[in-house]
């Protein structure tokens, strides 16, 4: 199995899962007025639905754990600025998740300040001039907020093929 397909296949039970709990809600009690939907065998019905829940989890938590195990495992490489950088699946969501954006968030942060050239006046009346002095390669600051910017999309596509191609490790 791929990891895109076990990706699916956890959505798919996630929604069965939820259709027997919501069957469970709706036929769990009823009145002595009442009819069971499913006669006799209404307490039945609950408990195998119950089981088939626990069931359920059972291979959900059993996938993420495939699918966990596989994102550990597997190295991926992707180009970022005109160079291959390898880290795991795993590494990589991470990257995805928040860590692109703060790296792009530091660089954000190196700015003129809205500080200016000009001149003033000092205490003694004579004229001084000041120039914004630059702590960082503005150049250099450009490049990487471009390339923080983009990381997020290379991952998405690179992500896309690499959970399309590969299998999930057996557990």
Same mark, same amino acid.
């Given at each position: 199995?791929?990891?895109?397909?076990?990706?699916?296949?956890?959505? %798919?039970?996630? =929604?069965?899962?939820? %259709?027997?709990?919501?069957?469970?809600?709706?036929?769990?009690?009823?009145?002595?007025?009442?009819?069971?939907?499913? !006669? %006799?065998? $209404?307490?039945?019905?609950? @408990?195998?639905?119950? $089981?088939?829940?626990?069931?359920?989890?059972?291979?959900?938590? +059993?996938?993420?754990?495939?699918?966990?195990?596989? @994102?550990?495992?597997?190295?991926?490489?992707?180009?970022? !600025?005109?160079?291959?950088?390898?880290?795991?699946?795993?590494?990589?969501?991470?990257?995805?998740?928040?860590?692109?954006?703060?790296?792009?968030?530091?660089?954000?942060?190196?700015?003129?300040?809205?500080? +200016?050239?000009?001149?003033?006046?000092? $205490?003694?009346?004579?004229?001084?001039?000041?120039?914004?002095? =630059?702590?960082? @390669?503005?150049?250099?600051? %450009?490049?990487? =907020?471009?390339?923080?910017?983009?990381?997020?999309?290379?991952?998405?596509?690179?992500?896309?093929?690499?959970?399309?191609?590969?299998?999930?490790?057996?557990?």
């Amino acid at each position: 199995m791929k990891i895109i397909e076990g990706m699916k296949q956890i959505k %798919d039970l996630t =929604r069965k899962a939820e %259709d027997l709990r919501k069957k469970v809600q709706k036929h769990h009690a009823t009145t002595t007025l009442d009819n069971p939907e499913y !006669g %006799d065998a $209404q307490q039945t019905r609950i @408990n195998g639905w119950i $089981q088939a829940h626990s069931d359920i989890l059972k291979e959900i938590r +059993q996938l993420r754990y495939r699918i966990q195990m596989t @994102n550990c495992s597997v190295d991926v490489s992707i180009e970022l !600025g005109g160079k291959t950088v390898t880290m795991s699946i795993a590494e990589w969501i991470h990257r995805r998740r928040d860590l692109a954006a703060m790296e792009k968030s530091m660089w954000d942060q190196l700015t003129d300040r809205n500080l +200016q050239d000009g001149a003033f006046k000092n $205490q003694a009346g004579d004229l001084v001039e000041v120039k914004v002095v =630059r702590h960082y @390669n503005p150049d250099q600051r %450009d490049e990487m =907020r471009e390339l923080f910017a983009s990381e997020p999309m290379a991952i998405d596509a690179r992500l896309e093929v690499v959970n399309a191609v590969t299998d999930l490790v057996k557990t």
